[in-house]
């Protein structure tokens, strides 16, 4: 049977993410995935395989976290990747959890690196 908490829990995480969203007017697409990989929560432009995406982030936050490690820089806080068509940062939310945006090029960096933490740091005590 279907947890109604669960549908509760999905309203919050949305709010969250509309506030971050209207803080910093350049987010393309959100999505939270737990450390194992798996989505949920998302806002991503039609088109797009979640699950895969999902993946993938988990994979590549995995691996540099490992390399923060290994190079005894500490545990890792967030990685941001810049490519031609903007900003993808990918920040932990607690223990459970990562926080993936991906924003416009013309994005202030900064401006999505505090939407980011703001956002993270308020679902973090929700999972």
Avoid at 24 to 41: D, F, H, N, Q, V
Avoid at 42 to 67: F, K, T
Avoid at 90 to 114: F, P, S
Wanted: proline share 3%; glycine share 8%.
């Amino acid at each position: 049977m279907f947890d109604p908490g669960f549908e509760e829990l999905q309203e919050k995480l949305r709010e969250i993410m509309e506030e971050a969203t209207a803080l910093a007017t350049g987010i393309r697409a959100w999505l939270l995935l737990s450390k194992e990989g798996l989505p949920i929560s998302s806002a991503v432009p039609q088109g797009l395989e979640e699950a895969e995406i999902a993946a993938m982030s988990a994979s590549i936050l995995g691996v540099a976290d490992l390399a923060a490690e290994r190079l005894e820089q500490g545990s890792l806080q967030e990685i941001l990747i810049t490519n031609d068509q903007g900003l993808i940062i990918m920040k932990g939310a607690g223990e459970k959890a990562i926080l993936v945006l991906a924003a416009r090029k013309d994005m202030k960096t900064g401006l999505l690196v505090y939407a980011a933490k703001t956002a993270a740091e308020k679902i973090a005590p929700l999972l």
